[in-house]
């Protein structure tokens, strides 16, 4: 099961700041430079168009995730052409190519036009609505701001749960100024407004916040139904904001979740590993959640970067049982040359299960297979073979091997050396605890 990540867009911000290039001399033509500079975003979406064509050949993406951002300072105009573009490279509106289901989306921060955040109107949502119309315009009607939108994915027995959550929810409000303070104030900046704008008079006595946060009513409506999926579906839960603080310190009011603490504590002790993928931070770093006192999984948190730059590919790894039992994250990045490929030194692997668990979620023939290991070090994949050959009475054939050690591996029972080569390059070892 493959799934791609795209983070932040801002069109069309992005697009008019694209050019890679060190211009160090402003007078040279435009022109020229314009026809001579590598373009970030054509970089990157060539790399995505090349990549999707797989889904014709067999390499196949099944869910792509967009993390919210996708224009800058609530620009419902940018926002569409934004979509446009993005249909353009991924064809995400066509229905021979995509299901719905297997398209999520969420709002970001900077998709809120915060003209529409009036503290009268105790409807949250409205703010929402442009971006809801957008994406059923382009006949993909997959964003839904107001409740978590949850659907199935499945291929060759694998199957993911994917779950698009609003964490906008309190982007753009206001705090509010004591009523007599306000009255007072109000006196004070007739004079003020007679020769501003209100809106510019407020930003003198006032405060419009970026307050991410999720409702509560969708957090336990998610952990419920988390805790009810069977054990061959993995969750992934779409959202645009961080739930662990950044890496960079950041001096700002609200800048975090402000119910991010209680989002980690109740996926890190759901009855499942949860994959969670959001944007935002304009930076890319994997965390892992996990719980001493559960055991069902971790928590991983996996940070898409900024579009301009490049995108994640996460592939889930499932069983004989149909028992997803790790991920790998593989980080597609633009280099100086324009070209976007996989930067294989940072692709990180990730089991979903503990060791303990092979028994009764792993291949039937680990047992059998992990006894036929030498624990004093490194042998060949073809050594191992003769030797299960010679204690069967059936021919064993290499998958018979090779799948019970690749399982293996994700509980951590052995360790194999050039697991992307053909068989017989392996090198295995059995980790003993």
Not at 147 to 173: H, K, M, P, W, Y
Not at 419 to 433: D, G, I, L, S, Y
Request: hydrophobic content about 40%.
């Amino acid at each position: 099961m493959r799934l791609l990540q795209i983070g932040d867009v801002h069109y069309p911000d992005a697009k008019a700041n694209s050019a890679i290039v060190d211009l160090k001399d402003g007078a040279l033509s435009r022109h020229l430079v314009s026809l001579t500079t590598p373009d970030r975003l054509q970089s990157v979406a060539r790399s995505l168009t090349k990549l999707c064509q797989s889904n014709r050949t067999g390499d196949r993406i099944h869910v792509v995730l967009f993390s919210g951002d996708l224009t800058a300072r609530g620009q419902l105009l940018g926002y569409k052409e934004c979509l446009r573009y993005l249909n353009n490279v991924l064809r995400v509106a066509d229905g021979s190519i995509w299901s719905q289901d297997c398209v999520h989306a969420v709002p970001g921060n900077h998709d809120v036009d915060r003209t529409l955040c009036v503290p009268t109107n105790p409807d949250m949502f409205v703010k929402f609505r442009p971006l809801v119309s957008a994406w059923q315009d382009l006949g993909l009607p997959i964003l839904q701001a107001s409740t978590i939108r949850q659907t199935t994915v499945s291929a060759d027995g694998c199957s993911v749960e994917v779950f698009s959550l609003n964490s906008c929810v309190g982007c753009g409000e206001k705090r509010f100024l004591p009523a007599q303070l306000r009255d007072e104030l109000h006196s004070l900046l007739e004079t003020h407004v007679a020769s501003r704008t209100l809106e510019e008079a407020f930003a003198l006595v006032g405060e419009q916040l970026d307050t991410p946060a999720f409702l509560e009513e969708h957090l336990a409506s998610l952990r419920s139904v988390i805790d009810e999926l069977p054990v061959t579906a993995i969750p992934i839960v779409l959202a645009h904001h961080n739930i662990l603080p950044q890496t960079a310190l950041r001096l700002d009011i609200y800048t975090e979740v402000i119910n991010g603490g209680l989002v980690r504590s109740r996926l890190s002790q759901s009855a499942h590993p949860v994959i969670y993928c959001h944007g935002h931070i304009h930076d890319d770093p994997i965390e892992i959640v996990t719980s001493p006192q559960f055991s069902s999984g971790p928590l991983i948190s996996i940070s898409a970067p900024p579009f301009s730059i490049g995108f994640n590919v996460i592939d889930i790894w499932c069983g004989q049982k149909n028992v997803p039992l790790g991920c790998v994250v593989k980080p597609y990045r633009l280099r100086p040359d324009a070209s976007v490929r996989e930067d294989e030194p940072r692709t990180v692997r990730i089991p979903l299960r503990q060791s303990g668990m092979h028994t009764e979620l792993g291949h039937e023939r680990i047992e059998e297979v992990l006894s036929h290991l030498s624990p004093k070090g490194f042998e060949r994949f073809e050594v191992i073979l003769s030797r299960l050959r010679s204690a069967s009475e059936v021919h064993a054939q290499e998958r018979s091997l090779a799948e019970p050690l690749l399982e293996a591996e994700w509980f951590g029972l052995v360790e194999i050396l050039d697991r992307e080569k053909a068989n017989k390059h392996w090198q295995v070892r059995r980790v003993v605890p």
